[in-house]
């Protein structure tokens, strides 16, 4: 027999498995052989690997021939386990085992299989069963051998009595050695007797322990799943509500929409009807345009700066569109970078000041050597002048297409492009503006 011990490390280790090499010979020889049960009657498909040649085998062969890999397979493959588990209990359901002992050597085998938490205890007394029983073996042994002693003690005692022979004196030594074995004996058979009821009632206590966690276990879950049944019902119910009011919500916007449609669609026709009516005539200046005519024009120097701060205050404004002469600025800025990493350099700190003003951002370059992609940034058109055009024309070009009365700014250092902005009515900054905003105007200076 082989003994679990109360402690297993295996056991003590959440997720694995106690080795069932360590289970009572009993149990272990249940398993296998519900394993080798299961083999048989499951399809090929559920059946691992490594027992498909184990499947081939006798069934009155099975349990034995491939007990090794019957066992192998319960410990390292879980759904075998639950393969075994099933048969197992359904054996159960049947009724087949009758005796005490095998109904725990049974319950310890399913719980073993399952995993339950009175496994530890279960396996225990099935061990401390298994002792019993050995130690009642071994004083059946001990009983037969006290007969023998017993009967051979008569036969020389007969002896003795019928030829009283001048080897009395011999016979009555070892009449005088057998009654000595035979208390010795007597007195191992009361100890064995003795260590065969501390079992009993170790095993019997176990027992009681093993079924009181057992029905614990089974009050709880049956409390926890009457507790999610009603936390269910209660979810269900609630979904119903709020469903229930999100429908009615939705009709109440829907007439109230309704409502405000026809208020409006009133008001449109009674102001419709008003300016029939009235017969009102469009068109004629604003009045601030009246007054705005008669005021002297402002200077163009109030709309050129090179001070950093003003700049961002008309890139702020609402709507304002900042015109950039790409290479104007870089040139000023950082001239001693390549061509391609002025470009790169100069879309990237534009977005930046995209981002913090909200202002539309176009810098043009001049495209006639350009032949790579535009430089990629997030809130800044990138434009190249087309072959035989200068930037300076396409920055023209965007000042003249936009609305009167948006606010335009260009920045440039070049006076010419400046001074045509200004006539087309946008503000014009200096190149160390932008420079200075966009942390560049120790490099221009």
């Known amino acids: 027999m082989t003994s679990t011990g109360n402690e297993s490390d295996a056991q003590d280790v959440p997720g694995l498995i106690r080795p069932i090499s360590e289970l009572p010979d009993a149990v272990r020889n249940r398993i296998v052989q519900w394993a080798a049960d299961a083999v048989g009657a499951a399809p090929p498909a559920s059946i691992p690997q490594a027992l498909t040649r184990v499947a081939r085998f006798a069934p009155a062969k099975r349990a034995k021939s491939g007990a090794t890999a019957l066992a192998q397979a319960i410990v390292s493959d879980a759904a075998f386990r639950s393969l075994v588990a099933e048969r197992a209990v ?3 359901a049947a009724g087949t085992d009758q005796d005490a002992a095998a109904d725990a050597v049974t319950a310890a085998a399913k719980a073993y299989l399952l995993r339950l938490p009175e496994e530890s205890e279960l396996l225990a007394a099935v061990a401390a069963v298994a002792s019993e029983n050995e ?16 009967a051979r ?6 002896d003795v009595t019928a030829r009283q022979s001048p080897a009395d004196a011999d016979r009555d030594t070892e009449a005088q050695r057998l009654r000595l074995r035979l208390r010795e004996q007597g007195s191992r058979l009361r100890g064995q007797q003795q260590v065969i009821e501390a079992l009993r009632r ?29 936390a269910t019902a209660r979810g269900d119910a609630a979904v119903k509500v709020v469903e229930r009011l999100r429908r009615s919500a939705g009709e109440r916007r829907a007439a109230s929409d309704r409502r405000l449609e026809l208020l409006l669609s009133t008001i449109e026709g009674a102001a419709s009807g008003l300016r029939r009516e009235w017969d009102l005539q469009g068109g004629g200046p604003a009045p601030a345009d009246v ?9 163009a120097d109030t709309e050129r700066t090179a001070d950093p701060s003003r700049l961002v ?7 304002a569109h900042l015109v950039v002469d790409g290479y104007n600025v870089t040139k000023t800025g950082f001239a001693e970078l390549s061509l391609s990493e002025q470009r790169d350099r100069l879309v990237r700190s534009l977005a930046a000041l995209a981002a913090r003003t909200s202002a539309e951002v176009t810098v043009v370059f001049d495209g006639a050597a350009v032949a790579t992609a535009r430089p990629p940034a997030r809130g800044v058109r990138v434009l190249f002048s087309p072959p035989g055009v200068l930037a300076d024309k396409v920055i023209n070009d965007l000042v003249r297409a936009e609305p009167l009365g948006r606010v335009v700014v260009v920045v440039t250092s070049d006076r010419e492009v400046a001074d045509r902005a200004a006539t087309d009515g946008a503000r014009t900054a200096a190149s160390v503006a932008l420079l200075g905003v966009l942390g560049g105007a120790a490099g221009a200076v």
């Open 313 to 319: 205050a008309w890139a702020s404004l609402p709507g």
């Open 153 to 158: 003690l008569e036969r020389a005692t007969a």
């Open 291 to 299: 007054v705005a005519i008669g005021l002297p024009a402002p200077s």
């Open 202 to 230: 170790s095993a019997a206590d176990d027992l009681d322990r093993a079924s009181a966690e057992r029905d614990r276990a089974l009050a709880e879950a049956q409390a926890w799943r009457q507790r999610a049944e009603t």
């Open 90 to 92: 359904r054996l159960s």
């Open 135 to 150: 130690v009642n073996t071994r004083v059946l042994e001990l009983q037969r051998d006290i007969r023998a002693l017993t």
